[in-house]
Structure formats: structure tokens, C-alpha cells
């Protein structure tokens, strides 16, 4: 009797347990799919969907295949957004290409598949489309091409940039120039060119599709000048300006330092040492006002040929920049420290033309001290400041920018030569 009591209590425990699992199973009353949007792109797709369901959905399938029967199908869980709503991007399809949807919605119960099918067409996609839009900055041996990707064909881009040559139609096959900055707008400064040459460049950007290029522009490079046997540069400026200061023979050479009105370099740059300058009597005896005590009053302002370093080692047309043309180069060019076959400098560059020169870093002299080499120059012009016979202009060319000042004529500067 026991033992039967037993059994009919396991019994009853067993069938309180399926009793019990039974009522959790909630029935499925209603089923609605609203709002399914699908908006397809080059190889992906966002697929979103509204559920109003009597048992909580906790994943929506979808089902995309190729054929209508969706005999090769792939499933895809979309992402729950809030409840009752679903989306997602499937991507990893291919363009130009027609999709069959189906949907599912799964919980821990029961999953229903819908006989509802859509159908949808990805985006068509191509070769990127490019532009080159300009060459800029050319110089001797270099010049700035500038580039645009107009289109990207629907596929990232995998590869951009310019390619050259001296020849026209120009392709990677030539000379690549792979560019790393933006991809919708691109530069490049090419180096290296050869002096009075004519080149031929195109932009060319890639992807998956294939390459394609921009625009052909052809530019030339600049040709070296001289004059007198010493070489200028045409920033485009009122006069040509030297690559060289005086007493040196690349750009990169300090060259010599001069007091104002001097043509020799000398050990000491003070009041006490200027060639124009009594100091006994604290009296100046050339490029002085006439309100000055004692000296020679003869109101030049402006060097004289004699007295003009650059003219006399250099002859020629050769000559000091005047004020106007000290400030023309304040005005009309930007400055930017660099270094020229390992010497500090600035690189002086024309807003008119992009061409430029380099003036090496050679500081002053001022009495038996050399200052700010390797930071500093400083180029006398010719011009004397009116009423003040004890200073005289010069350029600074220091960062950020050049600046036109004056000081004391006696100090020992850099002179960068001009001619017309």
C-alpha cells in the first residue's frame, strides 16, 4: 500500500510538472508585420521591420537568397532596435544584383516563418570618378599637383594618388605617386624633377572595380638664371633676388658680414670699427641729416654704388634691395624654417609664382659676438632711415614671419643681392 501511494505521488509531482510547463507555453493569438523598409545600396542593405506579436519575439530572421526559390539562402539575425522593432545592414552583397527576402521571428517557444517575400536590386557600381585640378608651386625641381576623388563608384577607395611622365597619357605604369591624406581632396609635392622640363600628369584613384584617371595638365619646370655669372630666382616680384648671400657660393653658406656702407668683413662690428662713423668726435662722415652736431650733412638716405657690398663683388646690375623692395618681400612671401643639405634655414617662398629661396640661418655679428646662428638672418637693404643717421633697414627672417626693421648700421649682417 505504501509503496502504491508512492508511485501515485510521483505520479501526481509529474503531472503537476507538465501541467505546470504547459501553461508557461503562451498561445500565439495575432502575428503583424508592419513597416518592413529595405533600402538597398552598392553591396549592402538595411532592412527594417515592425512586429506586433502576442508572445515576445526575441530574434527576427531574415532570409536572402539569390533565387526565388531560396535554395542557396543566407540567414541574418537583425539587430533589436526597441521592442517590437527590428534593422540591421547586411552587407557582404553583391552590386547590380536582385535579392529575394523572407522573414521569421523565433523565441524560446516557437518560431513562425511567413510566406511574405520581397524583392530588392543593389546599386550598380563603377570605376571611380577623378579629377586633377591643378599644378602649383613649380620651381626648378618641384612642383604641387593637387587631385579629387569626384565619385567613388560605390566601393571604397583602395588606392589614389598622381602618376607622371615626359611623355602625355601618362599611367602607374610611369612614375606612382601614392597620396595618404584625404581621399576627397589630395596633394602631392613632387621633388626630385629635372630643371626645365616638360611633364605630363593625370590623378588616378582605384577600387574594386578597376582604375581610372583624371584630367591630363602639363606643367614645366623652372630653368636656372643668371646674371652676371651669378644665379637669381624671378619670384615675380619688382626685381629677381639672388640664391646666395655675398661671399658665398651655394645658398647654404653664411657668405660674409658687413656694417652698412661697408664692401670688407672684419673682426669687430661696433661704432668704434665703422668706416663712415668718427668716434672721437661722435660725428658721421657719410649718410647723415643735417641736424646732426658736426660731420658730414648730406642727407643720402640711400647707399651709394661704392658703398654698396653686392654691386662691388658682383657688378653687374647687381645691388642691395632698396625699402620698397625689402617691404615687397615682407608682403608678397611666406616664410618657413627648414633644413638645406643639413643646414637651418628658411625656406622664402613666392605668393605670386611659388618659386622661392633659401636663406641659411647665419645670425649677425654685433662687436666681436656672433648671435642667433642657426636660428636668425638678417639682411641689410640699402635704405638709410631718414632723420635717424644712426640706423639703417633690414629683413629679418625669423618664424613666423619676415619683418622689415631697423638698427644700428654698424652691426654685421648678411646682404642677399637683387638685380632688375
Known amino acids: 500500500m505504501k509503496k502504491m501511494m508512492k508511485h501515485i505521488f510521483i505520479g501526481v509531482l509529474i503531472l503537476t510538472w507538465v501541467a505546470c510547463q504547459h501553461e508557461e507555453i503562451p498561445p500565439i493569438t495575432h502575428v503583424f508585420m508592419n513597416n518592413i523598409t529595405i533600402e538597398p545600396s552598392y553591396t549592402s542593405a538595411v532592412i527594417t521591420c515592425d512586429v506586433a506579436s502576442s508572445i515576445t519575439v526575441e530574434k527576427y530572421i531574415v532570409h536572402l537568397s539569390k533565387v526565388p526559390d531560396f535554395s542557396n539562402s543566407q540567414q541574418y539575425i537583425l539587430n533589436q532596435l526597441v521592442a517590437g522593432s527590428f534593422s540591421d545592414t547586411i552587407s557582404g552583397l553583391e552590386d547590380d544584383m536582385t535579392y529575394y527576402v523572407r522573414y521569421g521571428i523565433y523565441n524560446s517557444w516557437s518560431a513562425i516563418e511567413f510566406d511574405t517575400v520581397s524583392v530588392f536590386k543593389t546599386l550598380k557600381g563603377s570605376i571611380p570618378t577623378v579629377s586633377t585640378s591643378k599644378v602649383d608651386m613649380v620651381t626648378l625641381n618641384s612642383a604641387i599637383v593637387y587631385g579629387q576623388v569626384v565619385e567613388d563608384g560605390g566601393f571604397p577607395i583602395t588606392e589614389y594618388g598622381f602618376c607622371y611622365s615626359t611623355s602625355p597619357s601618362p599611367t602607374i605604369e610611369d612614375v606612382k605617386l601614392i597620396c595618404e591624406n584625404s581621399v576627397i581632396s589630395f596633394s602631392y609635392n613632387i621633388v626630385n624633377l629635372q630643371e626645365g622640363t616638360k611633364y605630363y600628369i593625370r590623378s588616378y584613384a582605384q577600387n574594386e572595380k578597376g582604375i581610372t584617371y583624371g584630367e591630363e595638365l602639363c606643367f614645366s619646370t623652372k630653368v636656372r638664371t643668371y646674371h652676371n655669372g651669378y644665379e637669381y630666382v624671378d619670384l615675380g616680384l619688382s626685381v629677381k633676388w639672388a640664391t646666395?648671400?655675398?661671399?658665398?657660393?651655394?645658398?647654404?653658406?653664411?657668405?660674409?658680414?658687413?656694417?652698412?656702407?661697408?664692401?670688407?668683413?672684419?673682426?669687430?662690428?661696433?661704432?668704434?670699427?665703422?668706416?663712415?662713423?668718427?668716434?672721437?668726435?661722435?660725428?658721421?662722415?657719410?649718410?647723415?641729416?643735417?641736424?646732426h652736431q658736426g660731420g658730414v650733412n648730406d642727407n643720402k638716405t640711400k647707399l651709394d654704388s661704392s658703398d654698396d657690398v653686392a654691386h662691388i663683388n658682383w657688378g653687374g646690375s647687381w645691388r642691395m634691395p632698396d625699402e620698397d623692395e625689402a617691404y615687397e618681400l615682407q608682403n608678397k612671401c611666406t616664410l618657413v624654417f627648414c633644413t638645406q643639405n643639413g643646414v637651418h634655414g628658411y625656406r622664402i617662398t613666392s605668393r605670386i609664382n611659388g618659386c622661392s629661396i633659401f636663406v641659411p640661418a647665419s645670425g649677425r655679428k654685433v662687436g666681436e659676438q656672433q648671435e642667433e646662428v642657426g636660428n636668425e638672418a638678417y639682411l641689410w637693404s640699402a635704405t638709410r632711415i631718414q632723420q635717424k643717421s644712426e640706423y639703417a633697414l633690414y629683413v629679418k627672417v625669423s618664424s613666423p614671419y619676415l619683418l622689415v626693421s631697423f638698427t644700428d648700421r654698424c652691426y654685421g649682417f648678411s646682404v642677399r643681392p637683387v638685380c632688375p
Open 244 to 291: 646666395c648671400n655675398v661671399g658665398a657660393n651655394t645658398p647654404e653658406e653664411y657668405g660674409g658680414y658687413y656694417a652698412w656702407g661697408e664692401i670688407e668683413t672684419k673682426s669687430t662690428y661696433d661704432w668704434t670699427t665703422h668706416k663712415y662713423y668718427d668716434s672721437t668726435t661722435n660725428t658721421f662722415l657719410k649718410y647723415n641729416d643735417y641736424w
